[in-house]
């Protein structure tokens, strides 16, 4: 028999158990949701895999099931160096993964009246009024008028004209550059109002609604996010989504009490193997910053790749989409608001879509998948959700009530969301 506990002690435990709690619901036993234990183990498998062979670092990976996490499993390292082993309470920089969260906060704002998808983001950013088209090739391109105004749903499905400078190596990709307009993952002095306003001053790559060109649009839908709500968009996340959500290690800054937490980058070695990342590091036109982006003093908060988060905060939120808009009594979105935000909103363009893949579309903030069979993996139609350039991934599968949420720290090539999806579904028995 165990000791009775000191107060002291126990209070401390109390306390603990309490934040573990909040960050990350105890699994259940995967059975009890149709979920085959022996079957998890060969997803368990795959991941310590990409470890030995060297291709990743570390992993975590979380799967719940109709609100209930099955599984939280964490393997290798966060730091190889420093032989810092991986946890399942890792912080990773989710980059791209923080789009849906800003697409969240338009929408809420949009449930509030305080903007229509139709309206043109000009309201809200002058400088947008007088935007550019950069039209024709080469030597030949030049700008002309754009034909219609940028609105709010171009912005969250891509079709702005919009693009990013790493995406882009022509003229329009060039003057980002040139002028300083940053795709939000290195140090970038200013704020989002400063930066926004660069990047309206740069010609569009398309007509607004003629194509999907995976863009900064979510940063201006940041800075559209302050202007409508009068708050600055670090604290709007924070106060209306994040800590309603009790996402307790979600933020744009990590605090020095939780740096040990922080997990290191890694890139291929060149010789089969991986090496840390550098701060800062540039591969081509992609600029890097993966320590000091996120230290006390960052003024520029990235809509569309400034947060670093955990597994189970994630699954918070994702939980949270999966329920129609609400989790444990709070309720950010209404249930047809999500279901508006999940359906394609890119049907009319020419599939398939850049970096999107066949048999998928865009919603608002989210890739959807339309057509399973086109996809060639496991799945299901409807299922919907996005990733970050540093590896991270995650999806809501409405039909089979699933969250599913990976983690790893690698660019370029992070290789392991391919083998991770259909692991999942084989997972699942009923």
Known sequence: ??????????????????SLAISAQAPVAPASVGVAADRLERLHLAMKGFVDRKEAAGIVTLIAREGKTVD?????????EKNVPMKTDSIFRIASM??????VAIMMLFEEGKLFL???VSKFI???????????????????????????????????GITYGFLNGAAVGAGYRKNGVSDGLTITPGTLEENINKLAAEPLVSQPGDRFNYSLSTDVLARVVEVASGQTFDVFLRERIIKPLKMVDTDFIVPEAKWPRFVAVYSPD??????????????????MSPWTLYKTGRTYFSGGAGLVSTAADYARFANMLLNGG????????????????????????????QLLGPGVNFGLGFRVVTDLAQTQTLGSNGMYGWLGIYGTNFWVDPKERLVAI?????????TVAATFQPLVYQALVR
């Open 1 to 18: 028999m165990m000791p009775p506990m000191k107060p002291m002690f126990r209070t401390s435990v109390l306390v603990v158990l309490a």
């Open 72 to 80: 939280l499993h964490a393997v290798g390292f966060a730091d190889v």
């Open 98 to 103: 923080t789009k849906p969260l800003t697409s």
């Open 118 to 120: 139709t309206d043109p």
């Open 126 to 160: 002058p400088a947008f009024k007088s935007s550019m088209v950069m039209e024709g090739v080469g030597a030949e391109a030049k700008p002309v008028a754009a034909r219609r105004a940028i609105t709010i749903r171009d912005l969250l499905a891509h079709k702005s």
């Open 270 to 287: 060149g010789k089969g193997g991986i090496r840390q990342m550098t701060d800062p590091e540039s591969f081509g036109n992609t600029h």
């Open 326 to 353: 609400s989790l444990d009594g709070v309720r950010l979105l209404s249930p047809k608001t999500i279901e508006l935000m999940t359906i394609s909103h890119t049907t009319e363009l020419a599939p398939p879509l």
């Open 406 to 414: 990976l983690m790893v720290q690698k660019f370029p090539n992070p």
